[in-house]
C-alpha cells in the first residue's frame, strides 16, 4: 500500500534514506534547507516550501537533521511541522539528539493528537545508501509495528528498545563505543607505523584475530589510505559525545574513557577537521606523536 511520506533534512544521509522510501513505492514530500540532491528528485519526490506543507500533505514525516536545536525547529519553529498536522499522523525523528528532549518532544507531538516515534540510526553514508542501517527506535509498539515496513525499505537491524527516547539513549551508547573503537584502532596503527610495521599488514593481521571489527575494516582502511571525505563528520560525532557527557552529569555517572576521547576530537576539531570523517581523529594522534601512519619514517 503506497504511503505518502514527508521528509525533512536531506544531507549525507537522509537523502538515500530519502530516496529508498521512495523507491519502495511510496509518495514523497520533502523539504530541507540545502538543494534538493539529484537522488531524491530522480526518485519523484515533491519539493515542498516548508516543514508544515510536508506535514500537510504527508502521513508519516521522517526528520533527519543536525542536532537537538535543529530538530525542535522543524518540529515547532515557524513554519515547522507541529504547524501543519491533523490527529491521527506520525512523526519520526531519525536524527542523533538529546534523549531527555525527545521525551518532551515526543508528549507535545502526541498532545496533537499524533503518534511519535524516535528512531536514529547506524551505518553511515554507506548503509544509507545501501539500506542496511541498524535503526533503533523508541515509541509504543502498535506505532513501530505500523511503520517497521518503511524502516526495511532503510535497514536491516530494526529494533524497538523501549518508549520515547528510548532509541536515542541506544544511540548514544552506540557512538559511545564507535568513538572509543575509532581512537583504539587510530592509537594502534600510529603505534604500529611508527614503530616501523607496515600498517596495512598490520591491519590485514588484526583483521583475523580477536581484535577485528568494523572500525578496525573501514576506519582502519581510511586512515591508512588518508581518505577523510565525510561519511559521518567528525564535528557530528563531537555532538553526540557531548549528549553522552551531558546525560552522564545529569545521571551522577562518571564516561571517562568517553570524556577522553572527546578531548580527542576536540583537539582534531582545533586543527580545523572538525568537517572531515569522523576517522580523522587519528590526526590528533599524530600531531602528538609527530608520526603519520603510513608514514616512511624509520620506527623512532
Known amino acids: 500500500m503506497s504511503i505518502k511520506i514527508g521528509f525533512i533534512g536531506l544531507g549525507i544521509m537522509g537523502a538515500p534514506m530519502a530516496a529508498r522510501l521512495a523507491q519502495g513505492g511510496h509518495a514523497l ?43 525542535e525547529r522543524v518540529l515547532f519553529g515557524e513554519g515547522g511541522i507541529a504547524a501543519g498536522l491533523t490527529a491521527g499522523k506520525t512523526v519520526v525523528d531519525m536524527s542523533s539528539i538529546s534523549p531527555m528532549a525527545t521525551k518532551d518532544f515526543a508528549r507535545r507531538i502526541e498532545a496533537l493528537g499524533c503518534e511519535w516515534l524516535d528512531a536514529p540510526v ?16 523508541g515509541g509504543k509498539e502498535a506505532t513501530f509495528a ?22 536515542q539513549t ?70 553526540d559525545l557531548n549528549l553522552a557527557l551531558q546525560s552522564a552529569k545529569a545521571m551522577n555517572l562518571a564516561l571517562p574513557n568517553t570524556a577522553n576521547t572527546a578531548q580527542l576530537m576536540q583537539a582534531a576539531a582545533a586543527q580545523g577537521w572538525d568537517q572531515l570523517d569522523h576517522s580523522a581523529l587519528v590526526r590528533a594522534l599524530e600531531v602528538m606523536g609527530h608520526h603519520e601512519v603510513g608514514s616512511t619514517t624509520d620506527a623512532a
Open 29 to 71: 514530500f520533502v523539504h530541507t534547507r540545502s538543494q534538493v540532491r539529484d537522488e531524491v528528485t530522480a526518485a519523484g519526490a515533491t519539493v515542498c516550501a516548508s516543514a508544515t506543507e510536508v506535514a500537510q500533505r504527508a502521513e508519516v514525516i521522517f526528520t533527519m537533521v543536525p542536532d537537538t536545536p535543529d530538530v
Open 122 to 137: 547506524s551505518g553511515g553514508e554507506v548503509g544509507a545508501k545501501a539500506g542496511t542501517l541498524s535503526i533503533m527506535v
Open 146 to 167: 505500523r511503520i517497521k515496513p518503511l524502516f526495511e525499505l532503510m535497514g536491516k537491524n530494526i529494533t524497538l528498545v523501549g518508549g520515547a527516547g528510548a532509541g
Open 170 to 239: 541506544t544511540k548514544v551508547a552506540n557512538q559511545i563505543i564507535v568513538a572509543l573503537n575509532i581512537a583504539a584502532v587510530g592509537e594502534a596503527l600510529v603505534f604500529a607505523s611508527k614503530a616501523g610495521a607496515d600498517p596495512a599488514k598490520v591491519r590485514e593481521a588484526l583483521m583475523g584475530g580477536f581484535a577485528s571489527s568494523r572500525i578496525l575494516e573501514v576506519h582502519g582502511e581510511r586512515m591508512i589510505k588518508r581518505t577523510f571525505n565525510p561519511g559521518f563528520r567528525l564535528a557530528l560525532h563531537q555532538k
